[in-house]
């Protein structure tokens, strides 16, 4: 199983904030709807390699970006699906 690890923001502008500010990083993250796990309500997270989540966090508090919370959740691992 592989472990990442998922920030989500009080608030959509902060989801779309972290994003700007991280490409002008070479950190690998996406922005992906909030985990059921995590939160039933709609909303934006932010999925990245538990190894880059120290690095990514201090980013975004130099940017002045908050952070609603930080959650670890292992996934199965998914098959490669064929091109078609």
Do not use: H, W
Not at 1 to 21: G, I, K, Q
Not at 32 to 48: E, K, N, Q, Y
Not at 65 to 74: K, N, Q, S
């Amino acid at each position: 199983m592989a472990s990442y690890c998922y920030l989500t923001f009080p608030t959509t502008y902060f989801a779309l904030r972290a994003e700007a500010v991280l490409r002008e990083t070479d950190l690998v993250f996406k922005l992906v709807p909030v985990p059921r796990r995590i939160s039933s309500s709609c909303g934006t997270a932010l999925r990245c390699s538990c190894a880059d989540l120290e690095a990514i966090k201090s980013a975004l508090q130099k940017a002045a970006v908050e952070i609603e919370g930080c959650f670890e959740l292992a996934e199965k691992e998914r098959p490669n699906r064929p091109a078609t």
